[in-house]
Nanobody, 127 residues
């Protein structure tokens, strides 16, 4: 089992940047594919980006491609979401999550189920 704690959210002007961090505790961080999700008010929670266990493969959603990147440091048990050129529509609660799905192609797909979730961190982008 793994516990996830997000940090780094806040208020930023449009065009600005933020980096979210997700620190994991517990055993076996490197066995999990990690993902970042977001949920805006009255909208569904969507996968923003995901990264494979070793960090050699990733998925980035169409709405953020070219602006957001995901990375991980298995030694530090931390996954990051680097957000650039932020837009007001990026405003949401951002969640870190971990999945135990072994097949990496499936694990990195938007429909993959995730097993463990953080509490979320608010990102607000002002226009």
């Amino acid at each position: 089992q793994v516990q996830l704690v997000e940090s780094g959210g806040g208020l930023v002007q449009a065009g600005g940047s933020l980096t979210l961090s997700c620190a994991a505790s517990g055993r076996g961080f490197s066995i999990y594919t990690m993902g970042w999700f977001r949920q805006a008010p009255e909208k569904e929670r969507d996968l923003v980006a995901a990264i494979s266990r070793s960090g050699d493969m990733s998925y980035v959603g169409d709405s953020v491609v070219g602006r957001f990147t995901i990375s991980r440091d298995n030694a530090k048990k931390t996954v990051y979401l680097h957000m650039n050129s932020l837009k007001p529509e990026d405003t949401a609660v951002y969640y870190c999550a971990a999945t135990t799905i072994f097949d990496q192609t499936r694990a990195l797909s938007p429909g993959a189920p995730y097993d463990y979730w953080g509490q979320g961190t608010q990102v607000t982008v002002s226009s």
